[in-house]
Every structure is written in C-alpha cells, then in structure tokens.
T-cell receptor, first 112, second 112 residues
Framework: TAGITQAPTSQILAAGRSMTLRCTQD?????MYWYRQDLGLGLRLIHY???????GKGEVPDGYSVSRANTDDFPLTLASAVPSQTSVYFC???????????FGDGTRLSIL | DAKTTQPPSMDCAEGRAANLPCNHS???????VYWYRQIHSQGPQYIIH???NNETNEMASLIITEDRKSSTLILPHATLRDTAVYYC?????????????FGDGTTLTVKP
C-alpha cells in the first residue's frame, strides 16, 4: 500500500531557482496539506486544500504556491528559492479536514 | 484554531505508563484534540483524537478534562520504541477549516 508518496526524497537547490515538490495519495482523501519542519522545531502549515479545486493559506504561505487540479495530487512550488526555505517538507492527507492526517516520508530540501 | 502548550521534554521508565499533558485553555466547542507522534525524522503518525469524551485505542488513551481546557495522552506500558516527539493539536470541525499548527511538542524519552 502506497498511501502518500513524496518526491524527490531530498534535493539541493541553488538560490533563485524554482522547484516543485510532488505529493500523490492513493487513498482518495479529500483534504491535503503541506508542512515545513525546520531543524529541531515542530511542523508549520504552509498551504492546505479541503477538496479538489480549492486551496487555502496556512501559517507560513509566503514564497510557496500550490494547486489541486485533482483529488490525488497536491504539488508545492517554490518560484524563486531562498536559503530560509531550507527545511524538511511533509505532505499529508485526510478524508476530511477534521479526520486524522496521514503523512508522507518528507522531502529534505537544501537551498544554497 | 486554539493554541496548545506542552512541556518540552519528559522521561519515562520502560514498562511504566507515560502521561503526556497538553493545555488548550482557549479551545472552542467545535475543536477536536488530536495527538500525533514523530519518531526521529519520519513523518508524524496519528495516535488518537477526541472531542469531549475519553478515548482509547490500541496505542493509547486520551483523557480530556470536563472543561476541555486540557488533556492527557497515556501510553499505558511505554517501550523504548515509544521514544518520540509527541504533538497535541486542536482542529476545528467543519468543511472549510483545514488549518492546524503542530507546535514544538513534547520529546518523550523512554529509558531502560
């Protein structure tokens, strides 16, 4: 069973470059989320989607964009990466916004 | 969503019960209390959640005070593999509320 798949697992990116982190779930969950986790800290919500076709801003949305064209995919794009975006990025999904979230294994992103 | 307060760290002897407190004094009537844990650098794992009644599953028990301003996660017989960061969060019930902040959590260390 796949659950949530994130790609790539890790990436080193030059500052100023753009990048899209991929997230795919096979559970037909309605809601999806992107978090970032800086070293030694908790998770902070970047963007979320209650259902396909809708998105919303979380706690730290600046510098990131998302789209939800279908139920399964929720890509996160950094248009012009900056070193402060170095972090571990987790994607999650849930049946609805008040149901338990299932998390992927994360993408470790370093911006140099 | 209401903010939660957790102690930064706790120790527990292997085989004993681990009681992890969480304060959510500003919780509103339509917010659930959720607990997750994160082992090392893996994605968070859902443990249990509740609205106002105490809950129990195969992993843990959740005790919510009558005024709902605090809760306690109980791991009845802690093992070394329960060493992790435990997060208490509150989330609004509804179809248009996907925001959730994890905070820094409690680092539980189970010792032999």
């Amino acid at each position: 069973t796949a659950g949530i798949t994130q790609a790539p697992t890790s990436q080193i990116l030059a500052a100023g470059r753009s990048m899209t982190l991929r997230c795919t779930q096979d559970m037909r969950h309605n809601a999806m989320y992107w978090y970032r986790q800086d070293l030694g800290l908790g998770l902070r919500l970047i963007h979320y989607s209650n259902t396909a076709g809708t998105t919303g801003k979380g706690e730290v949305p600046d510098g990131y964009s998302v789209s939800r064209a279908n139920t399964d995919d929720f890509p996160l794009t950094l248009a012009s990466a900056v070193p402060s975006q170095t972090s571990v990025y987790f994607c999650a999904s849930s049946w609805t916004v008040d149901q338990p979230q299932h998390f992927g294994d994360g993408t470790r992103l370093s911006i140099l | 969503d209401a903010k939660t307060t957790q102690p930064p760290s706790m120790d527990c002897a292997e085989g004993r019960a681990a009681n992890l407190p969480c304060n959510h004094s500003t919780i509103s009537g339509n917010e659930y209390v959720y607990w997750y844990r994160q082992i090392h650098s893996q994605g968070p794992q859902y443990i249990i959640h509740g609205l106002k009644n105490n809950e129990t599953n195969e992993m843990a028990s959740l005790i919510i005070t009558e005024d709902r301003k605090s809760s306690t996660l109980i791991l009845p017989h802690a093992t070394l593999r329960d060493t992790a960061v435990y997060y208490c969060i509150v989330r609004v019930v509804g179809t248009n509320a996907g925001k959730s902040t994890f905070g820094d959590g409690t680092t539980l260390t189970v010792k032999p």
